[in-house]
């Protein structure tokens, strides 16, 4: 099955602890992304990916890290978490890039206290 | 500063009747517009998209509306049904997606 995987769905941390959250897709997509959704802000940007060790800022890159060392993962980096952070990410690829359709992963819920 | 809104955060509708979301812009240089679907606990996922040379794309009992001018997008569902219950957004394309803030449509049965 074509899909997007995160891990983990739910997390909860405290702040200034390392983590990371994993992203893997299975459809060979070139393009992959971060996105946070917070009330009243839409989906956002943090970071993207066109290619293996092509990665470049999004809207929102402050306070995040990525790497992309194999096609299909995309893992993103909290280096010192704060509760601004707090937030529902999703994951998404592309066969495209970000001008068409998107396949997005089921999301990770983070809290940081 | 916003470049696309979703003004409605919720809408409530009954069964076989029509919905009508809505998604205004502000940025003129967008040229492809898409619409996803987000039920609880699961990403989004594509429903509908319209290039700005048309003003018009139906897929099945989704279509939609391109109005360049006024720079205002909506999708109708026709009829709509319950399982269509889910948070929509509309995202906007000028070589990067913008996304709107979601609109919760409620379908009762």
């Known amino acids: 099955e074509a899909q997007v995987t995160q891990n983990p769905r739910y997390l909860i941390t405290v702040t200034g602890k390392k983590l990371t959250v994993t992203c893997s897709q299975n459809m060979n997509h070139e393009y992959m992304s971060w996105y946070r959704q917070d009330p009243g802000l839409g989906l956002r940007q943090i970071y993207y990916s066109m290619n293996v060790e092509v990665t470049d800022k999004g809207d929102v890159p402050e306070g995040y890290k990525v790497s992309r060392k194999e096609k299909r993962n995309f893992p993103l980096i909290l280096e010192s978490p704060s509760p601004n952070q707090t937030s529902l990410y999703f994951c998404a690829s592309s066969p495209t890039g970000d001008l068409y359709e998107q396949y997005f992963g089921p999301g990770t819920r983070l809290t940081v206290t | 500063d916003q470049q696309v809104k979703q003004n409605s955060p919720s809408l409530s509708v009954q069964e076989g009747r029509i919905s009508i979301l809505n998604c205004d812009y502000t940025?003129?240089?967008?040229?492809?517009f898409l619409w996803y679907k987000k039920y609880p606990a699961e990403g989004p996922t594509f429903l509908i998209s319209?290039?700005?040379?048309?003003d018009k794309n139906e897929d099945g009992r989704f279509t939609v509306f391109l109005n360049k001018s006024a720079k205002h997008l909506s999708l109708h569902i026709v009829p709509s049904q319950p399982g269509d219950s889910a948070v929509y957004f509309c995202?906007?394309?000028?070589?990067?997606?913008?996304f709107g803030d979601g609109t919760t449509l409620t379908v009762k049965p």
């Open positions: 940025n003129s240089m967008f040229d492809y």
């Open positions: 995202a906007a394309n000028a070589g990067k997606s913008t």
């Open positions: 319209i290039s700005s040379i048309k």
